[in-house]
């Protein structure tokens, strides 16, 4: 399992459409992937998880991936949260 921690970039937070581009991305790829944020942990499987995760513009935030494409799935993830 690896993790990296990035700080939400886009100005209205992970809205529904970053939620959704978030579950696209993580069904791409075998290995399972989660997000942490105030405590809290959800797997991207779900966008109505995502959104009720309230992350915020500039939120640190934890994603982890673990599986056979584990570094792929992290950085198609975390290049999402900090795209603008």
Do not use: K
């Not at 399972?32 to 995502?50: H, K």
């Not at 570094?71 to 290049?79: E, K, R």
């Amino acid at each position: 399992m690896i993790s990296r921690t990035v700080t939400v970039a886009d100005p209205q937070g992970v809205h529904a459409l970053v939620a959704h581009r978030l579950c696209q991305a993580a069904g791409e790829f075998s290995s399972s992937i989660w997000i942490m944020a105030s405590g809290r942990r959800c797997s991207l499987v779900n966008p109505i998880e995502i959104l009720a995760m309230g992350m915020s513009f500039g939120s640190a935030v934890t994603v982890l991936a673990d599986g056979l494409d584990e570094a792929d799935a992290l950085a198609a993830v975390c290049g999402l949260l900090t795209e603008s």
